[in-house]
């Protein structure tokens, strides 16, 4: 099976899925039970600062105060996803590539509340899941434009550029692309 683990999804202009339209999903894993990533261009109203303040996690550093949390998608929104540089230490990580690695556990929390923890990181409420085969036919469908991921979208590119940057690495300008169809 040919896997799209450790790339983008872009959203095509005629996506118009509340949850989806307009969006940029980071592919974490793709198998023969389905497919899991996060959003990772809609924040949500949330700092880092504040998720720890909501969970009770005391802050000892003031290194990740403003950093955005993200809404990673409709499945499993009140469960915390972190994807992270580095080696995955932390409990109930998955690797994704040589660089990347996706966790679930409050370890991870716990230490980059003390300034510890991977240099850098993504934190997501929720992902985006699709069972077998569903995927595979929204990309038939043309829903989605696929690109390898780049560590410098998802870790330095402001979260309401990292769909052009993605298309752009593709040679694509989505603002001239339209959501019809034509047909010949």
Known sequence: MNTLRDHFLLAMPQLKDPHFGGSLTYLCEQNEQGALGLIINKPLPLTFAELMEQMDIEMT???????????????????????????????????????????????????????????????ALGCAGWEVGQLE??????????????????FATLAEDRLTAAATSLGINLDLMTGQAGHA
């Open 137 to 154: 036919q929204e990309l038939l469908d043309n829903a989605w434009l696929t690109c390898p991921a780049s560590e410098s979208v998802l």
């Open 61 to 123: 550093s003031t290194l990740h105060l403003d950093k955005q949390v993200f809404r990673g998608g409709p499945v499993h929104v009140d469960r915390g996803f972190v994807l992270h540089t580095g080696a995955s230490d932390w409990k109930a990580s998955l690797p994704i590539s040589e660089q990347l690695s996706l966790t679930t556990s409050l370890d991870i929390l716990e230490a980059l509340a003390k300034g510890e923890g991977p240099e850098h990181f993504l934190i």
